[in-house]
């Protein structure tokens, strides 16, 4: 309780934040009360095209969650202690990313009696039913490692030892909960768009990239806010690993064009010229496309230049461009144009509406929200040394 109260007390501009986040949430659940008041007819959804920004958003976020592992996987298997600095951020990161997952799929399903359905009726032969089980299970485990991690941090005292099983258990489910996801996409035979082997690794490449990205940001913002930078090492190895990562998931990308297009089959191609260069005359999606490619190539020039990534103000530029190409690919295009065109050969022009959007945002703010006040409290408690080297987190790794 004494740190949870430390998230209460702060700056003028850190109330304005919280401030302006709580507005977001209550725009965001007001126009939920009338989705349920309407029905899922408010949306930019419809019969054809069915998932829309919500399960989008989902998709991108399993990514950021899942990415915590590339910084737990170097520092507790392997004691790269540089990364105990940081360590606790991306656990935090991770709690905020899969909140936001579950509010996603929550407000898709349009009804929360539904939610309760698949509680009260398991499935085992469901995906959802598994997925439910992943994303459960890898909030509850990095909770926990988290939690524990504070609580020694603020006493002084080593860790017990039964919260490293928990911590050697949470990097493969990290790879689960985006596996999962893929193969709840995949699994569905009459989208052409998602039914590729490479479904699942490519989405592991992406939350590689994209959440390290973030990760590398955050750690740049904290350090600048609190005069405490988080350590060159640390964000260099991170860079390195979003570099790596993205010329995996453009290499995959190009894969799955080469594929569909050198083999001319109308099913596989029409999704991706659908996004690209647009199908029957609708184009909406191309823009978007076209930067989200832009800024993939960008980045990577930035990035496969050791100088220039080891540039603090060109590291945060390249981050940032992964970061947003991917939301753009993953968090608009993959979803959306799966759809494209239906089995009767139609296109169905599909864009959120404004109570779409501002649920959207809602969610985003409160997955804001939580990370901003556990932020806090891991500031508060370690005070200036947030980023020193913790003894405590150093006996876990040995």
Not at 240 to 254: P, R
């Amino acid at each position: 309780m004494f740190m949870f109260e430390k998230a209460l007390t702060g700056s003028r501009g850190y109330r304005l934040w919280i401030l302006g986040l709580l507005l977001l949430i209550t725009a965001g659940l007001a126009c939920y009360l009338l989705q349920l008041r309407y029905g899922l007819a408010i949306t930019g959804m419809s019969r054809d095209v069915s998932w829309g920004l919500y399960i989008a958003q989902f998709t991108f976020l399993v990514g950021v969650a899942a990415s915590a592992v590339m910084v737990v996987l170097p520092y507790y298997l392997h004691h790269f202690q540089e990364f105990a600095r940081i360590t606790i951020l991306g656990e935090f990161l991770a709690v905020a990313s899969v909140t936001m997952c579950m509010l996603f799929i929550f407000v898709d399903m349009g009804q929360p009696a539904r939610v309760f359905n698949v509680l009260l009726y398991p499935t085992p032969h469901s995906l959802m039913f598994w997925d439910m089980i992943s994303l459960g299970g890898y909030l509850v485990l990095n909770a926990v490692i988290a939690l524990v991690t504070l609580r020694t941090e603020r006493e002084g005292v080593p860790p017990p030892g039964w919260i490293r099983p928990i911590i050697l258990l949470s990097m493969p489910w990290a790879v689960s909960i985006h596996t999962v996801t893929a193969f709840l996409y995949c699994g569905l035979p009459g989208r052409p768009l998602w039914l590729t082997a490479i479904l699942a690794p490519r989405f592991l490449a992406s939350a590689f990239a994209a959440g390290p990205a973030l990760l590398i940001l955050l750690c740049m913002l904290v350090g600048r806010l609190t005069k405490s930078p988080p350590g060159r090492g640390a964000l260099r190895k991170l860079g390195l690993i979003v570099t790596y990562a993205m010329v995996i998931n453009v290499f995959f990308v190009l894969m799955e064009l080469f594929t569909a297009f050198y083999s001319a089959i109308p099913e596989d191609e029409q999704p991706l010229r659908y996004l690209f260069t647009g199908l029957q005359g609708h184009r909406p999606l191309v823009p978007w496309m076209w930067i989200s490619m832009a800024l993939a190539a960008a980045s990577l020039v930035l990035l496969i230049v050791p100088r220039w990534r080891q540039d603090d103000k060109l590291l945060a530029m390249a981050c940032g461009m992964v970061f947003f190409s991917l939301w753009i690919d993953k968090g608009i295009g993959l979803i959306v144009a799966a759809f494209v065109p239906s089995p009767l050969g139609a296109v169905t022009a599909y864009a959120p509406s404004l109570p779409e959007v501002l649920i959207s945002l809602g969610i985003w703010a409160i997955g804001a929200f939580i990370l901003t006040l556990l932020y806090k409290i891991a500031l508060s408690v370690r005070g200036d040394s947030l980023f020193a080297p913790d003894v405590a987190l150093v006996e876990v790794a040995k």
